[in-house]
């Protein structure tokens, strides 16, 4: 049976000045938490992007030697839409991703490189909301970011880290997981709203293929949608939902 969805979200922390968000690819993160991001960077926080591929199998169309260089710039143009500079980009290959120490051992470095206090993921459970099955690459991505946050901390955990120069960091303090079918937290989205439209609108090669509606009406639609759906449990404010894990 399932359980009624009308216990209220609480406000996320912000007593915080660096976030790093670890996804799989391109579009990832203006699927629905880029409006929350825009409202941090507005408030002088320090946001950056850490992207494990360059989503080049994305397209069926175009092939991953001219489509992963076109998502990239897709991206980075995205990214500034809502006030984020740094997108790094980690080079797995899209579609077939690996859960495992290599992937968990560059999360790690990334979050040693950026030292972060708030760490941003996407949904790593199999499905969406027990509807849809979600790809192995956000679960792969998604858990690993989950693991990294303790692998960044200890010294003792690829110590060859050390010896490029990065050293511990034990400061992430809570991991917030996007997408989820849980979310415990929630973030005012109103004055992000329509940057984060224009940010998914930046993806528009992808979107073209994906929908035959008109691009910025598909990207109004769904976010506005979700946002106003979450803001039901977030006393009537347009909301980015997450799941908040505590470090």
């Known amino acids: 049976m399932t359980e009624p969805m009308n216990d209220q979200l609480k406000p996320m922390p912000d007593d915080w000045q660096r976030a790093l968000a670890v996804v799989a690819h391109p579009d990832d993160l203006e699927y629905g938490c880029s409006a929350a991001i825009a409202g941090w960077t507005d408030a002088g926080r320090e946001v950056a992007y850490v992207l494990a591929t360059r989503g080049e199998a994305g397209i069926d169309t175009l092939e991953p030697e001219k489509c992963g260089p076109l998502r990239e710039q897709e991206q980075r143009a995205s990214a500034a839409v809502v006030g984020v500079s740094e997108v790094d980009f980690l080079d797995?290959?899209?579609?077939?991703?690996?859960?495992?120490?290599?992937?968990?051992?560059?999360?790690a470095a990334a979050i040693r490189r950026h030292r972060p206090e708030l760490l941003i993921t996407l949904n790593h459970r199999d499905t969406w909301g027990g509807v849809a099955w979600n790809t192995p690459d956000h679960v792969a991505v998604g858990r690993a970011t989950l693991d990294a946050?303790?692998?960044?901390?200890?010294?003792?955990?690829?110590?060859?880290?050390?010896?490029?120069?990065?050293?511990?960091?034990?400061?992430?303090?809570?991991?917030?997981?996007?997408?989820?079918?849980?979310?415990?937290?929630a973030v005012d989205a109103t004055p992000g709203l329509e940057r984060a439209v224009r940010s998914l609108l930046e993806h528009r090669t992808y979107i073209e293929v994906l929908t035959d509606e008109d691009p910025e009406t598909y990207c109004r639609t769904f976010l506005?949608?979700?946002a106003q759906t979450t803001g039901e449990r977030f006393g009537g404010k347009p909301a980015v939902a997450f799941e908040l894990f505590s470090r």
């Open 224 to 226: 506005t949608g979700g």
């Open 92 to 107: 797995h290959r899209d579609g077939v991703i690996e859960y495992g120490t290599a992937l968990r051992r560059d999360i």
């Open 149 to 185: 946050a303790g692998d960044a901390g200890n010294r003792w955990i690829f110590p060859e880290l050390m010896e490029q120069g990065l050293e511990p960091w034990n400061g992430v303090r809570w991991v917030a997981v996007a997408g989820s079918s849980t979310p415990t937290h």
